[in-house]
């Protein structure tokens, strides 16, 4: 994928250079602009006909993710398109191949080759009843290529080791090396409400997780208080 991240730095636009009949797969309603390019709304499932409409609708309704996705494709050489998160916040380059796969927490998918597919993986039921995102299905990713995932707020990687496991609040977890063992469980107390604290990921094994450092969530009760309310007359 031919990109390059342009715009202010807490809230960067991609700009991806398209070669004629060359696609890549976008978030749905991530698009900004295009020249010579032509986009396609395609059922958010790999298999076709009435599997893929149900395998599509199935996976929208267990991890809240879109029955659907963008295939971006050049009519042209000189193809371009501009794509840009719904927050603000950074937008980093995951490189997939081989035994190198990453899983992504729900929202944090905006871009990808056309060569990269991803799956739906099933999470035990604790891990689907305690997870603030994903539902019972988690994202990860197959083939060769690039994928580009987004956050609020910076994106900043953690090493994870045999001999030192990471606990993440489940909010500020953007993507992981899919190999990484982890749970999710509560951070203390009875639903965490003696720290302030939610739901954590304990993560085990020897990879990478990519954090964002602020939680849309605590951001939106944050200023909910400064909100409008309507009245009734």
């Not at 042209?76 to 490189?95: C, F, M, T, Y």
């Not at 604790?126 to 990713?141: H, N, Q, S, W, Y």
């Not at 995932?149 to 030192?164: C, H, P, T």
């Amino acid at each position: 994928m031919k990109y390059q991240v342009i715009g202010d730095s807490d809230c960067p636009l991609v700009q991806i250079a398209l070669g004629n009949q060359e696609t890549v797969k976008v978030e749905r309603g991530s698009m900004v602009y295009i020249s010579n390019v032509s986009l396609e709304g395609k059922m958010n499932s790999s298999k076709k006909g009435i599997g893929g409409v149900l395998g599509a609708i199935g996976r929208s309704m267990t991890s809240g993710e879109s029955m659907f996705i963008t295939m971006a494709t050049g009519t042209s050489d000189q193809g371009v398109i501009g794509i840009a998160p719904p927050i603000p916040g950074k937008i980093h380059e995951l490189k997939v191949g081989g035994p190198t796969q990453y899983r992504l927490n729900t929202g944090a998918f905006l871009a990808c080759d056309q060569s990269v597919e991803y799956l739906m993986k099933k999470q035990d039921l604790g891990k689907a009843i305690f997870a603030g995102t994903g539902g019972l299905f988690v994202m990860e990713t197959q083939g060769e290529g690039d994928v580009l995932v987004s956050s609020f707020g910076d994106i900043l990687a953690l090493e994870v080791r045999e001999d030192q496991p990471l606990t993440i609040d489940n909010e500020h977890v953007v993507a992981w090396d899919a190999s990484l063992q982890y749970d999710i469980r509560v951070a203390s107390g009875t639903f965490g409400f003696t720290t302030g604290e939610g739901f954590v990921n304990e993560f085990h094994g020897n990879g990478t997780v990519l954090i964002q450092t602020r939680n849309v969530h605590n951001f939106a009760d944050a200023i909910r208080p400064f909100l409008p309310t309507s009245s009734s007359n």
